[in-house]
C-alpha cells in the first residue's frame, strides 16, 4: 500500500507564500494516478483544493484560483501546492490524496499576523 508524507507547512503572516510538498512511497506506478490536495479546519468538512490529472490537467476550488498551483513531478513520485497571498481563512491542515484512497497524515498551515 502506498504512503504518502506531506511537507512544507508551517506559520506565515497574511499575503505570504508557501510550498507544500507530497512524496509517495512506491513512485513505479505514481504517473498513472490523479493526485490532489484536501484541507480541512477545525470543526469544518476536510474540503476539496486542487487536483492534478496524470495529463498534468489541473482544477482549482475557486476560493483559492488564482493564488494556488498544484503540480507533479513524476520522476520523484512528488506532488506539490505553491500557495501565494495567503488569507488567515486559509488556515487548516492540508492533506495529499492519490485516487483510490490512499491519504498521507496532513502538514498544518497557520496564517496569522
Known amino acids: 500500500q502506498v504512503q504518502l508524507v506531506e511537507s512544507g507547512g508551517g506559520l506565515v503572516q497574511p499575503g505570504g507564500s508557501l510550498r507544500l510538498s507530497c512524496v509517495a512511497s512506491?513512485?513505479?506506478?505514481?504517473?498513472?494516478?490523479?493526485m490532489y490536495w484536501y484541507r480541512q479546519a477545525p470543526g469544518k468538512q476536510r474540503e476539496f483544493v486542487a487536483g492534478?490529472?496524470?495529463?498534468?490537467?489541473?482544477d482549482y476550488a475557486e476560493s483559492v484560483k488564482g493564488r494556488f498551483t498544484i503540480s507533479r513531478d513524476n520522476a520523484k513520485s512528488a506532488v506539490y501546492l505553491r500557495m501565494n497571498m495567503l488569507r488567515p481563512e486559509d488556515t487548516a491542515v492540508y492533506f495529499c490524496?492519490?485516487?483510490?484512497?490512499?491519504w498521507g497524515q496532513g502538514t498544518q498551515v497557520t496564517v496569522s499576523s
Open positions: 490524496y492519490q485516487l483510490g484512497g490512499a
Open positions: 512506491t513512485g513505479s506506478r505514481f504517473h498513472i494516478y490523479p
Open positions: 492534478i490529472g496524470s495529463d498534468n490537467r489541473t
